[in-house]
């Protein structure tokens, strides 16, 4: 049924977000994603501190009804993501302003690449994407598991000096073409290039397995700042074998950092799915998460 529209579009103007938008916000994003809710308010402090993208909201007479985010990862890299209206709002064209907004904006930074992840199911987010020129250029499944308790594991956290071995890792996997040149840090997607991992292994954030073979597999590793979740991505092996081998030991890792709810992503193939079984990682999620990217040609 379609809902009676109360306000007229050119009512609604778009303004910096600001922490007296708080509450309405976070009201409206409650319910989000069904029984997952949002991450809006997880979000919400480091968002309005970010310097290098913007936080918006469409607002109507003074109060936010609707949000959108532009995040720099680098120069020449633009992320979005926080594209939320008010439910009550839906249905009236405010997701359309808040993209053809976000698009003149973005196109200020000079991007090489506009990217975005939205859930399989989204249909109105896919097609918001394709409006502008962006391919579905990834899709990847989310794993999880049950931690394993431990006091030690087979993985060490890489060295600056280890970077070149895991750079030919990753290029030597006989999956590489998959993960299409992306890090996958949960749903966010960027291009991974020895810049990027350098950076993520003097965050301490690269593990590596080695063996008689010398650096045989790796995975990354995102905590979130309460260090209650952990998440794995980009997760490689020499082989099957060591591959399996990785995915055990980032359970162990997973239960020596004690996440609750450790999850892992990977690109969406059969191939993944028949070397994770047995490991203990699971895929139960009936949705899976699509890549969209806008290329300067
Ligand atoms: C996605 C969301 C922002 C859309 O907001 P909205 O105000 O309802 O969107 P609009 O009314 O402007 O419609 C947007 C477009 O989707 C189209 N659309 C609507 N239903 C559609 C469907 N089932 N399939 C494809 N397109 C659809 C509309 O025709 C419109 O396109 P157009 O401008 O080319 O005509 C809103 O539903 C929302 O907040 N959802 C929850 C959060 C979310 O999913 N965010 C995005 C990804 S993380």
Redesign the pocket.
């Known amino acids: 049924m379609k809902k009676h529209k109360y306000f007229e579009i050119k009512d609604v103007k778009f303004r910096k977000a600001k922490p007296s938008d708080k509450a309405t916000v976070f009201d409206f994003c409650q319910k989000?994603?069904g029984r997952w809710g949002d991450y809006i308010s997880e979000v919400w402090d480091q968002w309005l501190k970010d310097k290098k993208g913007m936080f918006f909201v469409a607002d109507l007479h003074g109060t936010a009804i609707?949000l959108g985010k532009i995040t720099e990862h680098r120069p020449g890299e633009l992320w979005l993501?926080g594209?939320?209206?008010d439910?009550t709002?839906?249905?009236?064209?405010?997701?359309?302003?808040?993209?053809d907004y976000t698009w003149v904006k973005a196109m200020s930074f000079k991007p090489k690449f506009i990217r975005?992840a939205?859930?399989s199911y989204?249909?109105?987010?896919?097609?918001?994407g394709r409006?502008k020129g962006m391919k579905i250029v990834a899709t990847n499944d989310e794993m999880w598991c049950k931690p394993l308790k431990a006091t030690e594991t087979k993985l060490v956290p890489a060295r600056p000096t280890d970077a070149d071995e895991s750079i030919a890792l990753l290029k030597k996997d006989s999956r590489y073409k998959l993960w299409k040149g992306f890090y996958l840090e949960g749903w966010k997607a960027m291009t991974l290039d020895e810049t990027l991992l350098l950076r993520l292994i003097k965050g301490k954030r690269v593990y590596v397995y080695f063996d008689q073979h010398g650096l045989s597999g790796m995975t990354i590793l995102v905590q979130s700042k309460d260090k209650k979740f952990v998440t794995f991505s980009n997760t490689m092996g020499r082989d099957v074998k060591t591959l399996q081998l990785v995915l055990k030991e980032a359970r162990k890792l997973a239960g020596m950092l004690e996440g609750q709810k450790p999850e892992m992503v990977f690109p969406r193939d059969h191939w993944y799915k028949k070397v994770i079984k047995g490991t203990g990682w699971r895929h139960t999620l009936p949705i899976w998460m699509v890549l969209l990217e806008w290329k300067r040609k």
């Open positions: 989000t994603f609707g993501e594209l939320r209206v439910p709002f839906r249905g009236h064209g405010i997701g359309r302003a808040i993209q975005y939205t859930g989204n249909k109105i987010s896919i097609h918001l409006s």
